[in-house]
């Protein structure tokens, strides 16, 4: 009787794993009509959207960072709104404004007109151009999914994913992001360069009549629902663990600290780089068919997970080191059992 | 593809316990093939540390040679070289790299993401802690279970190390078995002391001789012993390898493990085999044995015993009564000897006691000793220190011939009544007898240990006395007897004549005190015999010393000669023919001269050389040994005897 129940819920796990990558292969599929490569970043971008959290897209004007954006929403029947961020941009441009509301009813009254943060994924275009106090606006709206204005607090609606783009070129006159915003950025996405043949197709795509449409393949009910499914997948202690100690491995306090760690690292990464790393592989596991996720998953989704959570020193600034050399080398050197 | 793969899974359950173990099991091989590896890579990496210690210790032992306690640090370091390899081997072998390592290789190796890894550590859970996907994630696993293969997983690896690990035990094997050849020079083993002892070669020589003559002879066992000390002593002042305090130390060590016996218990050993042989003498069965002890002819008298033994077992021929009771009778009072003297000692001596304490008393009560009294007390005690002298000499006499007695004694016993078991006493009285004698006979050889260490003290005393002068003489002689050129000695040319005949014979002649000795045939020719009677005047004028005769004067004893002397004395090439003479009696006692012809072209020996002096050397010793010679001079006579002995 037992074995028959769990082999039903067996099964029903296994049509749910199976359901979602249908639809995340649909979702790719439909991606794919208009963004040429850049599997890792799509992939990055669709896990953001599943883990329930936010993007931060890195990259060199031109790749197609704003379009992969706008292409994820126009494929998930979701609001889609784009902030350009300005060095003149106000909260209130992002938050949304009290205006007065003449009616012929109940006369004059205030009423607040919702800014573009209320969309369900928001483009948050060169968001390291505009001022700290409107890049912190962003923060309530963030982590909370909610926006207070006065004495109201409003709900931002489900799903919601905050996409920002940076231009790392272009440093003049921008305002990194702080810390605590960046901690609250899922996974740090680098928009590469694309390959040979990826230019070739996004030249015979955008230079001929072709013009592809994307359809919506996903509603947002479903999107909640992968989004707990996510959430549902078991992890491995042994697993969990090697997590824990790739996270430890980043703060120089820790006793057995890696030598570029020791050297360049001011700050490791928060917890919140933990929770993204196992939800990150969580989803990897859903998009490879796999019930669990395994130490494979911790790996790869590592660098995009910590990278922007690790705060360089001024020898690391100095040389040029990346957090992902750091990362590789904690990677490769940090046993996966212990 | 993914859709069948993990329908399968779904498909798998109800199998997931039978499975899982497999998994398990796979794992654990995976993982113990794991270790192992580990271990071989640490042992390996590691042993050419011990190796290479052993190897250099092993060289150092071997080239050094050193073999005794001094090798005891090497072990040591050794050893914990070895000890700490092996923990460190053994750390390598019990470090687990956690429960899920073998999973986790089985995953790598088969790319499986993490299935068999998290499936394991799923099924860790109880059922009722286990949620849907942790089952679900357990069914993918053991789907692909039986296809899991940990040898491939995990395959053998040789150490990077081991090349250079298996020549290095080969070379270290090597070395064990090769050996460094040792020139062992035991002259330079023992560095020569500061202050070493010399002496002339001519004397080293002469003990070697003596220690070889002595370790020749079979001997009992402590005085192989003390044989073999000195020859190793000897062999030490040959070497120069001792102090003169040193050689004088071992003497005394020597001396006093020899000196066991005194002469004065010897004489009451003597005295009691004397006691026993007059008891033994009044049985006519027993007299030749009285005869023999009386003799102290131990040896005898054992041969004596024997044949007694056998008489009193004949049945053929029976003693008669009276006889048995006479040789009882003999018996017992031979084997009560020690007992009754020490009971005549111990009379007399409670009798000069008594006297003693009456005179005591006397002195007690304030009256004054007369003259006589105080004379008499005097002797008295006098009398009783003898005696107790007496009476352990006799007591320590009576102990080596308490077993003799014991058997005597028993075979008187057993005379009348069992022939046989009395004939067995006696033969056993026969076999202490025989131990008494070679107790004798290493006294004997004891003796004469003693007298070479009384020859050798003296001769360091003498030649401390001497100092460096007679030192260089005697190297001189010492060269000059080996035919070497010595350089000459003081007061002329020794041996030079004014002789010109043809290459002679050389006379020996005993020098006298200005006047020359008759020497007859001291001047004949070669075949001469009985020669001509020496005059004195012709022999020699008055020299200022015992030698000196007419040829030459030469400074010390015998380096002069006499006149008859014929041939160059420096060219001893002469025939090889020996020739006795019969001297004239001059009426002063034995005399003889021998002429020696054509002594050896190096030094002087001979065969007729070696004859006389044995006869001289014995004559001289039998002289000495009769103390007719002061002791002072003993020295002399025999250190001349010493230098004069013939040579090889």
Same mark, same amino acid.
């Given at each position: 009787m037992k074995d028959e129940s769990i082999m039903s819920e067996n099964q029903s796990v296994t049509q749910q794993v199976l359901d979602f990558q249908t639809k995340v292969a649909t979702l790719r599929q439909e991606i794919g009509r208009v963004i040429v490569g850049q599997k890792e970043v799509v992939d990055g971008v669709i896990a953001c959207l599943l883990a329930g959290s936010h993007a931060l897209l890195e990259g060199v004007p031109g790749?197609?960072? $704003?379009? !992969?954006?706008?292409?994820?929403?126009? &494929? @998930?029947?979701?609001?889609?709104?784009?902030?350009q961020f300005t060095p003149d941009l106000m909260p209130a441009d992002i938050i949304g404004t009290t205006v007065i509301d003449e009616s012929a009813n109940a006369g004059k009254v205030f009423e607040f007109r919702k800014g573009p943060i209320f969309s369900h994924i928001v483009l948050a275009d060169e968001v390291n151009r505009a001022t700290p106090k409107t890049q912190s606006a962003l923060l309530e709206a963030m982590q909370e999914h909610r926006v207070t204005v006065g004495r109201t607090t409003y709900t931002i609606e489900e799903p919601y994913l905050v996409m920002a783009t940076q231009n790392p070129l272009e440093m003049e006159g921008t305002y990194p992001l702080p810390e605590a915003q960046l901690d609250r950025f899922f996974y740090k996405l680098a928009v590469t360069f694309p390959s040979r043949e990826?230019?070739?197709?996004?030249?015979?795509?955008? $230079?001929? !009549?072709?013009?592809?449409?994307?359809? &919506? @393949?996903?509603?947002?009910?479903?999107?909640?629902?992968?989004?707990?499914?996510?959430?549902?997948?078991?992890?491995?202690?042994?697993?969990?663990?090697?997590?824990?100690?790739?996270?430890q491995a980043t703060h120089v306090q820790t006793g057995k600290a890696f030598d570029k760690v020791q050297r360049f690292v001011r700050t490791g990464a928060s917890p919140r780089g933990l929770q993204a790393m196992l939800l990150g592989a969580k989803i990897q596991a859903l998009f490879d068919g796999r019930f669990a996720p395994g130490i494979e998953d911790i790996r790869s989704v590592a660098p995009l997970a910590l990278r922007h959570r690790i705060l360089l020193n001024f020898e690391g600034e100095a040389e040029g080191v990346t957090t992902d050399a750091v990362i590789e080398q904690i990677l490769s050197q940090l046993p996966e059992s212990a | 593809m993914r859709a069948a793969r993990l329908l399968g899974a779904s498909k798998a359950l109800g199998k997931s316990p039978q499975q899982i173990s497999l998994l398990r099991v796979k794992a654990r091989n995976a993982q113990a093939r794991a270790r192992l590896n580990r271990l071989f890579a640490t042992a390996f990496r590691w042993a050419?540390?011990?190796?290479?210690?052993?190897?250099?210790?092993?060289?150092?032992?071997?080239?050094?040679?050193?073999?005794?306690?001094?090798?005891?640090?090497?072990?040591l370091g050794g050893s914990l070289l070895l000890v700490a390899w092996l923990g460190i081997s053994a750390r390598a072998w019990l470090r687990r790299a956690g429960q899920s390592e073998g999973g986790l290789l089985l995953d790598h190796f088969h790319e499986l993401k993490g299935r068999v890894g998290n499936a394991l550590s799923f099924a860790e859970l109880p059922l009722s802690e286990r949620t849907p996907f942790m089952e679900a994630a357990i069914q993918d696993a053991v789907r692909v279970g039986p296809e899991l293969s940990p040898s491939l997983a995990v395959p053998w690896l040789i150490p990077r190390e081991t090349p250079f690990v298996v020549v290095l035990f080969f070379g270290l094997l090597g070395l064990s078995l090769l050996e460094v050849r040792v020139v062992r020079e035991a002259e330079r083993a023992a560095p020569k002391a500061s202050q070493a002892l010399v002496l002339a070669i001519d004397d080293v020589e002469y003990f070697k001789e003596i220690s070889a003559r002595l370790a020749e002879a079979p001997h009992a066992a402590d005085v192989n012993q003390a044989i073999?000390?000195?020859?190793?002593?000897?062999?030490?002042?040959?070497?120069?390898r001792v102090t003169r305090d040193e050689v004088f130390r071992r003497l005394d060590a020597l001396e006093r493990d020899l000196a066991d016996a005194s002469d004065a218990e010897k004489a009451a050993f003597e005295q009691a085999l004397k006691d026993r042989a007059s008891e033994l003498k009044s049985s006519q069965q027993s007299r030749a044995l009285g005869e023999a002890l009386e003799r102290h002819d131990v040896v005898n008298a054992e041969k004596e015993l024997k044949k007694l033994a056998e008489k009193v077992r004949q049945q053929k021929q029976p003693l008669n009564r009276p006889d048995l009771e006479r040789l009882k009778k003999a018996l017992e009072a031979a084997s009560q000897q020690t007992q009754k003297r020490l009971e005549r000692i111990e009379a007399r001596r409670q009798e000069l006691l008594s006297q003693t304490r009456r005179l005591l008393n006397k002195k007690k009560d304030q009256k004054p000793l007369s003259a006589q009294e105080a004379k008499e007390q005097k002797e008295t005690e006098r009398k009783l220190e003898r005696l107790d002298r007496e009476k352990r000499e006799a007591t320590a006499a009576g102990k080596g011939l308490a077993g003799l007695d014991k058997e005597l004694a028993e075979a008187a016993q057993k005379l009348m009544k069992e022939a046989g078991l009395s004939a067995k006493d006696l033969e056993q009285g026969a076999e202490q007898m025989n131990r008494t004698a070679q107790s004798e006979s290493s006294q004997q050889e004891k003796q004469q240990l003693k007298k070479r260490l009384e020859e050798l003290r003296e001769l360091l005393r003498q030649q401390g006395q001497a100092g460096k002068e007679q030192m260089k003489r005697l190297l001189r002689f010492g060269q000059r007897a080996r035919g070497g050129n010595g350089a000459p000695a003081e007061?002329?040319?020794?041996?030079?004549?004014?002789?010109?005949?043809?290459?002679?014979?050389?006379?020996?002649?005993?020098?006298?005190?200005?006047?020359?000795?008759d020497i007859p045939g001291g001047s004949g020719k070669p075949d001469a015999r009985g020669g001509q009677k020496g005059q004195k005047g012709q022999k020699g004028q008055k020299g200022q010393k015992p030698g000196q005769g007419e040829g030459s004067e030469g400074a010390e004893y015998g380096t002069g000669h006499a006149g008859g002397l014929r041939g160059d004395s420096t060219k001893l090439d002469g025939k090889f023919k020996d020739v006795s003479v019969v001297a004239a009696d001059t009426g002063e006692g034995a005399a003889s001269a021998e002429v020696i012809h054509g002594a050896a072209q190096r030094g002087f020996t001979g065969r007729g050389y070696s004859k006389v002096y044995t006869d001289y050397r014995t004559v001289a010793e039998s002289v000495i040994s009769k103390d007719e010679v002061p002791a002072g001079y003993r020295f002399y006579i025999r250190r001349y005897f010493q230098l004069i002995r013939p040579r090889e």
């Open positions: 790749l197609g960072k $704003t379009m !992969l954006v706008r292409t994820l929403a126009q &494929a @998930v029947r979701l609001d889609f709104s784009r902030i990826e230019l070739h197709s996004i030249v015979d795509r955008t $230079t001929t !009549l072709h013009e592809a449409e994307v359809k &919506a @393949v996903l509603e947002r009910e479903e999107i909640l629902g992968m989004q707990k499914l996510v959430r549902q997948v078991a992890v491995a202690r042994h697993v969990q663990d090697y997590a824990v100690r790739l996270l | 050419p540390g011990p190796l290479g210690y052993a190897a250099i210790g092993l060289t150092y032992v071997k080239v050094a040679h050193r073999s005794d306690g001094s090798s005891g640090w090497l072990w073999q000390r000195f020859n190793q002593l000897v062999l030490d002042i040959a070497g120069e007061g002329g040319e020794p041996g030079e004549t004014n002789g010109k005949g043809p290459k002679g014979p050389i006379t020996l002649s005993r020098g006298g005190p200005g006047e020359g000795i």
